[in-house]
Structure formats: C-alpha cells, structure tokens
C-alpha cells in the first residue's frame, strides 16, 4: 500500500489567516506517461460525507472557492487555505489513486479557528 | 444531478455477514470509465478505501479486507452491494458509498450508514 502521511494532526489558525496542510506518499504518486500526480484532497465537515476539494494535486473542483489551493508532485503535496473562514472547519483528507490496486487516505488533519 | 444512498443494517452481530447496498440515480455504472467505491469510517477515525467496481465489472478490493468483501453491481437497478463477512466490532464504521469519475477518484458520496457491531 502507499502510505499517506498527513501533518499536522491538527491546527488552529485566527480568521483571514492562512493555514497549510502538508501530505507526503510513500512511494510517488506522478504518472509519468500522463505527468499528472493522483492525488485529491477531501474536505469533511461534523456529521457530512467527504466533499471533494482538489484533484491531480491541484485541480479545483467545481464551485470550491479559490481560497483553497493545492500544490506539490511526486510525493510532497501542501493544501492551503489562504484566508480561513468559519465555514472552512473541518478534518481535510488527502488520497493518493495512483495505485488502481489499493487507494488510501491520510489519517486527517482537523482545522479549527483560533 | 448524481445521488447516491446507502442502505442495510445498522446492528449486526459479531460472525455475521453484512450487506449493504447503494442505490444511486444520475449516472449508469454501465458508461464507460465510471465505477462506484466503498469506504468506512469508524467513529472519530479516518476513512478507509474498501472497494471499487467498474463499469467494465473490474473489482478491486483493499488488500487487507480482500478475503471478506464482494462487490457487485445491478445496472438494470442503479445498485452496487457490497457484503462484508465475519464481522467484528472493530469494523464498526459509517459505511459510504461513492461515484467514481471517469479517470478520477471519487468525486459524488452518499450521506453514509453507521453500522455497529455487538452482541
């Protein structure tokens, strides 16, 4: 399996502020035939299902503000929120579906306000 | 506009099988390219990839759950089900259900099924 390890646990970031979230892959997670890194970031709210934020690293999916941002390839990704708002709360997963055999997440990093 | 929703039992006792089932509306898990995928969650934990069907009816299955899960699909029904043998307290977890965009990951998720295990 690739392993994703996601730091910090957790984080407290004030209002407006930015606050980042680093994953990093076991093993690379770029696909050299397409140049694309299969990775996605995951936002989870208290009591909803996962909402994709961000594929290929750093695609934005449709309707997710551009406050939100992801970057990194091979097997260091950031996600960053550059201005935290309220409703930005919440555990944010990474996923790597490089691997067609086994797709994994990081254990989460929670996001609170300070 | 895709949905889907998981349904099943929310209480099964330990050495029991569970089945779950997702309906879903808004896309056919017969197109090409587009599959539906299972994950868990066990309360307060992260989630964690159980299986992936394919249109094409390429099944995947995580490696460490492999010997007691089956995934199948129904086109005719908009279902996937997924059944999961001898369970255990520890795979107590909110089971989701999710849409598998063509040559991407999960993108849509159902609202997920808490199942617990005990006696």
């Known amino acids: 399996d690739i392993v994703m390890t996601q730091s910090p646990d957790s984080l407290a970031v004030s209002l407006g502020e930015r606050a980042t979230i680093n994953c990093k892959s076991s093993?690379?997670?770029?696909?050299?035939?397409?140049?694309?890194?299969?990775l996605a970031w995951y936002q989870q709210k208290p009591g909803q299902p996962p909402k994709l934020l961000i594929y290929?690293?750093?695609t934005r999916e449709s309707g997710v503000p551009d406050r939100f941002s992801g970057s990194g390839s091979g097997t260091d990704f950031t996600l960053t929120i550059s201005s935290l708002q309220a409703e930005d709360v919440a555990v944010y997963y990474c996923?790597?579906?490089?691997?067609?055999?086994?797709?994994?997440f990081g254990q989460g990093t929670k996001v609170e306000i300070k | 506009q895709i949905t889907l929703k998981e349904s099943g039992p929310t209480l099964v006792k330990p050495t029991q099988t569970l089945t779950l089932t997702c309906t879903f509306s808004g896309f056919s898990v017969s197109t090409s390219g587009v599959g539906v995928g299972w994950v868990r969650q066990p309360p307060g934990k992260a989630l964690e990839w159980l299986a992936t069907?394919?249109?094409?009816?390429?099944?995947r299955y995580s490696p460490s759950l492999k010997n007691r899960l089956t995934i199948t699909k129904d086109t005719s029904k908009n279902q996937v089900v997924l059944t999961m043998t001898n369970m255990d307290p520890m795979d107590t977890a909110t089971y989701y259900c999710?849409?598998?965009?063509?040559?991407?990951?999960?993108?849509?998720w159902g609202q997920g099924i808490l199942v617990t295990v005990s006696s």
């Open positions: 290929w690293a750093s």
């Open positions: 093993q690379s997670v770029l696909y050299n035939s397409t140049k694309k890194n299969y």
């Open positions: 999710a849409h598998r965009r063509f040559r991407l990951t999960l993108d849509s």
């Open positions: 996923h790597q579906y490089y691997s067609t055999l086994s797709w994994t």
């Open positions: 069907i394919y249109w094409d009816d390429d099944k």
